[in-house]
Structures are given as C-alpha cells and as structure tokens.
C-alpha cells in the first residue's frame, strides 16, 4: 500500500516561488509519480510527472518553463519547484503515483495524496 502527503502550499503573490514536497510511504520507487491540480469550479488536470527512475519528465503547456519536477527515491520524495506563479496557478495540488499510460490522465495513477492548497494573490 502507498500513501502520500502533500505539503508546502500557501499564499504568494504573483511572481513568487513555492515548493511543494510528496512525502510517500510504501514502495514508490517503481512508480511514476505525478502532481495534479483543481482549481475552484474546475476539473482536476494535470500539471507534471516523472518516471521511476527520474530520467524522463512531463509538463503541462501551462507550466513549461516555470515548474519543475523531481524525486529522490532514496528519501520516497517528490517535489515541485513553482516559480514564477501567476493568479491562475492557484488551487489544490495533489501528488498522484502510478504505473499505467498515458501519464497525463488521471485515471493512470493509483494513489492520491490529500492534497495542498496553493494561492496566488495579483
């Protein structure tokens, strides 16, 4: 069994930084792990993963450039750099772990942590 806990949200303004930390539990060394996201009123969607091995990453188009993914294995950690945020970034971020494809859906990923609440103030 895996179980994950997000931490690191908060309020920042525009043009902060923030890192969100993925605690994991269980053997997630194998797995791809990813973040998601859901803001108010939306969908949840997808915003980065990283292979078991943390050779290969993935980006939504809207966070190219600003975020950044990565794991160390040894602590059974993930992590997102968030750089550059912009009001639209706010919302609840949730670190997902899974072995199936197509990495960007939400329904390749077999665990899901609580989630962390990140807000973005213009």
């Known amino acids: 069994q895996v179980q994950l806990v997000e931490s690191g949200g908060g309020v920042v303004q525009a043009g902060g930084s923030l890192r969100l930390s993925c605690a994991a539990s269980g053997r997630t060394s194998t797995y791809v792990m990813g973040w998601f996201r859901q803001a108010p009123g939306k969908e949840r969607e997808f915003v980065a993963d990283?292979?078991?091995?943390?050779?290969?990453?993935l980006y939504a188009d809207s966070v190219k450039g600003r975020f950044t993914i990565s794991r160390d294995n040894a602590k059974t950690a993930v992590y997102l750099q968030m750089n550059s945020l912009k009001p639209e970034d706010t919302a609840i971020y949730y670190c997902?772990?899974?072995?199936?494809?197509?990495?960007?859906?939400?329904?390749?990923?077999?665990?899901w942590g609580q989630g962390t609440l990140v807000t973005v103030s213009s």
């Open positions: 990283i292979s078991w091995s943390g050779g290969s990453t």
């Open positions: 997902a772990a899974g072995k199936s494809f197509p990495r960007t859906l939400i329904g390749a990923y077999d665990y």
